[in-house]
């Protein structure tokens, strides 16, 4: 019988990378042309791509079999996105990327916890993403959900108070700066939180990349009326 720890080892000892597909010679092969691998690049691409989507004129990407099966030996994404759940807001669809080209982390909110922030490293570690940009967007229900719990306090049922809480103290410091939208400056007030929090975390993951120039965090919101993300905490 299998001890319990050794079952342990036994998984640890497996690579991580073998767990999302192994880079090795044949991934460069896998980027595609138009990807630039380091963060002015990745930023240029997706601004690009989101200025041609909003103009409704974007080309389709390929979904074909043999774009599929290209990308079967690995991945080389050339962003990560934290985005929210939000059904108006897909990554892919508002940068014109297509297949193998956007790592995305995506919860209502788009906070970090502890899956979030492991699949970053992950994809800042191992898949070399040179930008991990922070996407939040206009009327988003669950900042909302945040400020209804500050100003009226509503309590959600079930796990949804507890992953609203992060935005909470976004919500407090957007009331606190005043002006006269509080929703939308909660949003990016959210945003700009986990991009500082992103930029500061400790782990070396996300430090040396970035002190190497290697890695920019960036934020942004989507507007779901015009269709156009504004970047934004860019340095
Ligand atoms: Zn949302």
């Known amino acids: 019988m299998i001890s319990r720890r050794a079952m342990i080892a036994a998984a640890t000892a497996v690579p991580l990378i073998s767990c999302f597909g192994a880079r090795d010679a044949r991934s ?14 990745a930023l240029e691409l997706l601004r690009e791509g989101n200025r041609v989507y909003a103009t409704g004129t974007a080309a389709e990407r390929d979904k074909s079999e043999q774009r599929r099966l290209a990308l079967l030996p690995s991945q080389s994404p050339v962003a ?42 992950y994809g800042v570690a191992v ?12 009327r988003c229900g ?5 400020l209804s719990v500050v100003r009226k306090g509503t309590d959600y049922p079930g796990s949804i108070g507890r992953m609203i809480e992060p935005i909470i103290p976004a919500v407090l410091q957007a009331q606190q700066a005043g002006g006269t939208d509080l929703l939308e ?17 400790s782990e070396p993951m996300l430090m040396t990349p970035i002190a190497e120039n290697r890695l920019r965090i960036v934020g942004g919101t989507y507007s779901l009326a015009k269709g156009e993300v504004d970047f934004f905490d860019l340095a």
């Not at 898949?127 to 206009?138: A, D, I, R, S, T």
Request: aromatic share 2%; charged share 20%.
């Open 80 to 121: 990560a996105v934290v985005c929210c759940s939000d059904s108006r807001v897909p990554p892919e669809l508002l940068f014109g990327r297509g297949l193998g080209e956007l790592f995305v982390i995506r919860n209502a909110g788009n906070t970090v916890d502890t899956a979030a922030m492991g699949s970053i490293e």
């Open 142 to 146: 669950a900042v909302d959900a945040a």
């Open 28 to 41: 460069q092969e896998m980027v595609p042309p138009d990807s630039g691998k380091t963060p002015d690049g």
């Open 185 to 201: 400056a909660s949003i990016r007030r959210n945003i700009s939180r986990t991009v500082n929090r992103l930029r500061h975390a």
């Open 127 to 138: 898949l070399k993403v040179p930008l991990v940009l922070v996407l939040g967007h206009q």
